[in-house]
Structure formats: C-alpha cells, structure tokens
C-alpha cells in the first residue's frame, strides 16, 4: 500500500518545523560564539588585572628602592656647620643631619700661613690658637685693614671620618671659618671666630691645591710672602 502524497498543509508544517530547528539551531550557534567570546574576554580581563597589579608593585618596589637609595646618599653627605664658644676663641662643629656621628678630623690651613694641621679625636673643633697668629702677620704683610668690616674668611680643608647607621664614611671639603678681628693699640689684635660655611667638597689628588688657590682669592698674592 503506497504512502499517502503530503498535502500542502503537510508541507508547511514540514516547513516551518525546519525554520524553527535552524533558527534554534543559529541560536546554539550565537550562544556559543558568545560565550567564547566572554570566556576570551574574562581571560583577557583577569591577565590585565594581574599585569596592573604587577606593574603598581613593581612601580611602587621601584620607587621605594629610588627613595632608599636617595635617603642613603643623604645620610651618607656630609654637611658640617659650628657654634662658636669661649667667648669666640673656638668653634663646636656639628653635623646638620642629626644621625652623623663625628669620629675623626683633620684641619688643614693654607700653605701660605705655614701652620701645620690639626687632628681631633671625639671632640671636633677649631681654636683660634691653632692660627690667629700667623693669620695676623698675614694679614699684616697684606696691607689688611685692623679692624674688619663684617665677617672675614679663612679657608680650611676639613678631612671628615663619620659613622652613619654603624658604617664608616669618609668625607673631604673646602669650608671657610669666618671670623672678625680687632685692633687694639697696645694689646695687639684680637681674632674672633664666628661660624663655618661649606665651599665646595674635594677630592684627593686637588685638596691641597684648592685650598691655596680659596686662599689666593680671598687674601692679596703678597700675603704668601711675594
């Protein structure tokens, strides 16, 4: 017994049976391209947070190693000032950073004075008694006035060993000593020390040389002895 023929009826239920499926069919199809598509979003979304949070610790690890770095060379620059005392016959050296610790010094004077220099041990310090007399017979060659006007300067090289957080640091700098210095008609001339000033730090081998040259500077050539 033969089937019987659909009728168009039949046909257009067939059809439209098959518009669903493929529709529900593209529709899978979305869904799955979709969820990919979030799937490949939510793996490129989670490696950019790891990659900013690196990169914020990475940045904040550098910078704090920079600032470590830049606290160390402070701490380890040394930068001496004084308080005179005695009535101004000496100067107290301190350091400006309150975490220095002075071990050693050598003052050293130009060679034009012929002064030998001076080492301290625990009690930093400059007298006028280390000098003031070959400063007055310097000035005197030089044709200075007996009296200043405001502070003069005496250039000094100042050789620094210093601790900081337990480690030894050596420093080397050109610093003046300024003082005043006052006649008197029969007792001679009175030097006064008043502070100490930072010139410019210096290394071994032009120490000694850049020392006379602040000296020729800030005193006439004669006053060497031309």
């Given at each position: 017994m033969?089937?019987?023929?659909?009728?168009?009826?039949?046909?257009?239920?067939?059809?439209?049976?098959?518009?669903?499926?493929?529709?529900?069919?593209?529709?899978?199809?979305r869904w799955i391209t979709l969820g990919e598509i979030l799937a490949v979003a939510a793996v490129l979304i989670s490696a950019l947070t790891l990659w900013l949070g690196w990169s914020e610790r990475s940045d904040s690890a550098a910078e704090k190693a920079a600032e470590n770095a830049r606290a160390a060379t402070r701490a380890a620059t040394l930068v001496l000032g004084a308080q005179p005392a005695r009535g101004g016959d000496r100067l107290d050296i301190r350091t400006a950073a309150t975490d220095q610790s002075i071990q050693e010094q050598t003052i050293r004077f130009p060679a034009a004075l012929g002064v030998r220099a001076v080492e301290t041990t625990g009690e930093p310090r400059i007298e006028a008694?280390?000098?003031?007399?070959?400063?007055?017979?310097?000035?005197?060659?030089?044709?200075?006035?007996?009296?200043?006007?405001?502070?003069?300067?005496?250039?000094?090289?100042?050789?620094?060993?210093?601790?900081?957080?337990?480690?030894?640091?050596?420093?080397?700098?050109?610093?003046?000593?300024?003082?005043?210095?006052?006649?008197?008609?029969?007792?001679?001339?009175?030097?006064?020390?008043?502070?100490?000033?930072?010139?410019r730090r210096v290394g071994a081998r032009d120490a000694a040389s850049a020392l006379d040259a602040r000296w020729t500077r800030l005193v006439p050539a004669k006053a060497g002895g031309e």
């Open positions: 033969s089937n019987p023929e659909p009728t168009p009826d039949t046909q257009a239920t067939d059809t439209q049976a098959g518009a669903r499926a493929a529709e529900a069919a593209a529709i899978r199809r008694g280390w000098f003031d007399g070959a400063l007055k017979k310097a000035r005197e060659r030089a044709g200075m006035p007996d009296d200043s006007r405001g502070d003069e300067r005496l250039p000094v090289l100042i050789e620094t060993r210093f601790m900081v957080d337990g480690e030894a640091h050596e420093d080397k700098a050109l610093y003046d000593v300024g003082y005043t210095i006052k006649g008197r008609l029969l007792g001679g001339h009175d030097v006064t020390l008043r502070g100490l000033s930072l010139v």
